[in-house]
């Protein structure tokens, strides 16, 4: 367990119970955003747990299912470092980040965002959203 997931251990076993309630299966999802939005629907029905969480345990369960992400799901601390590039809200393109980040992958520029927040000069980019 990550340090930063101590905090909600206690409450993972009522988000084991909460997700069994719903009898998904592995083949109920075709992609990543569709085992997230699942999850997210999880952690929140129990107080306690929170996008953090469901990114961690979407992540985890991803990898066994074989479904990567596709967009960078930015929360806490990639949160912090995407709103260095003016990027907002729960996901984004890939294309939206700079070409740099986009070499990393979905994954890898989600754990760099979140890695290296403080270090990330504070700018608010202006990126061709529409270059291919």
Known sequence: ???????????????????????????????????????KSVTGRVSGL??????????RLSVKLRLEPVDVY????SAAGARKFGIEGESAPLSNFPKEI???????????LCIYKDSIESRHVTLDRNRS
């Not at 986009?102 to 760099?112: M, R, S």
């Open 102 to 112: 986009q070499a990393l992958g979905a994954t890898h520029a989600e754990k760099f």
């Open 74 to 77: 930015v929360h806490a601390g």
């Open 50 to 59: 929170g996008a953090t969480t469901a990114y961690d345990v979407s992540r």
């Open 1 to 39: 367990m990550h340090g930063h997931q101590c905090r909600v251990a206690g409450k993972l076993p009522e988000g084991w119970q909460t997700a069994l309630f719903d009898r998904k299966h592995p083949e109920d999802f075709q992609d990543f955003q569709s085992l997230y939005c699942w999850i």
